[in-house]
DNA sequence: GCAATTCTTGACACGATAATCATCAATCGG
DNA sequence: CCGATTGATGATTATCGTGTCAAGAATTGC
């Protein structure tokens, strides 16, 4: 499980990639995500800060990725809002749990969770966007055609 | 990974199963498991509650584990501490998230949750004992001759 | 029955995550 | 420059898991 601040993040970030780049503002964001807009606002900030996203005070303004939805993966979030997740732990919590002295879950949850990162590393913002945009942004067509999915996946 | 709690009802009845079916001090089992002493007085009481340990006050008392240790799994513990890690969530936190409208890590999640619970229910707290008894309880022998593996393990 | 032992139970504390709210600061349009 | 818009930030609250502490209740040995 991702932590709640991080699965949030993926549906915004998802949300903002489904726009094509204009830039959205965190109210709509946290309307179509149903996300807490005050508690989206630091997330967005968070994101900001670490370069995930760009954003512009004033009219006109909201939030964009600062690189493509293909470039930016579950991973990125997760290190970026330090989702525990990824922090390599015994599965038991025993203390001086290694590859030499291992607990009796050690190997199970050394491959298990390095598949877990395997997957956060390969699924990215424009996954969640073409699942959300069919799912519930209909109102803004399909990912397919935003600027951002045309510069990384080009139509031949 | 698993809760704090769980981790340390794990190690506990380790310990306990090692100890061949005479009971065990809670004062014991956590200097021995490093474990905070009223902490684990209360897991030990939620495991006596749902019938997993039996407990007995007074002089001589101490816990023991009410059925052989190969057949009390680390999910039964889960169960009974009611561990999140057993509760069918979606990874990205998403409402409405099922088979049909699955979300971008639905199918990887689905498989990798039940990996995760067949390996919970196939380790036992035997494989926690031996494991334990060799790493730091060498005082109490090879957990293989105590009457409880004696009893689950006839050897042939 | 008394005292020592041992588990039981409830109150409390602490930190992390999640969430709310008010206020500040930057930006744009005029 | 003014005012509306919009993100930034700090104070505050709620909840949960973890952990501590003290008083209580059951059991044993004498």
């Known amino acids: 499980m991702l932590s709640q ?3 949030y993040a993926a549906c915004a970030m998802g949300r ?3 726009a094509g780049g204009t830039p959205v503002l965190i109210k709509d964001i946290a309307e179509d995500c149903d996300i807490p807009t005050s508690y989206l606002a630091k997330i967005v900030n968070s994101l900001a ?3 995930i996203v760009n954003t512009q005070r004033g009219v006109g303004g909201g939030v964009s990725l600062a690189r493509p939805a293909r470039e930016l993966s579950l991973f990125d979030l997760c290190m970026a809002l ?4 990824i922090q390599p732990r015994c599965m038991l919590n025993t ?3 290694s590859d030499e002295r291992s607990c009796p879950a050690h190997h199970f949850w050394k491959v298990h969770r ?3 990162i395997e997957f956060l ?3 990215t913002v424009a996954d ?3 699942f959300e945009t069919h799912r519930r942004w209909k109102h803004l067509g399909t990912p397919d055609a935003t600027p951002n999915n045309r510069a990384t996946l080009p139509s031949r």
């Open 114 to 116: 390095e598949r877990q």
């Open 16 to 18: 903002i990639a489904a």
């Open 128 to 130: 969640v966007a073409a």
């Open 121 to 123: 590393r390969t699924t």
């Open 95 to 97: 203390a001086q749990c």
């Open 49 to 51: 800060r670490k370069g």
């Open 5 to 7: 601040s991080v699965g």
């Open 82 to 85: 330090d989702d525990p997740i």
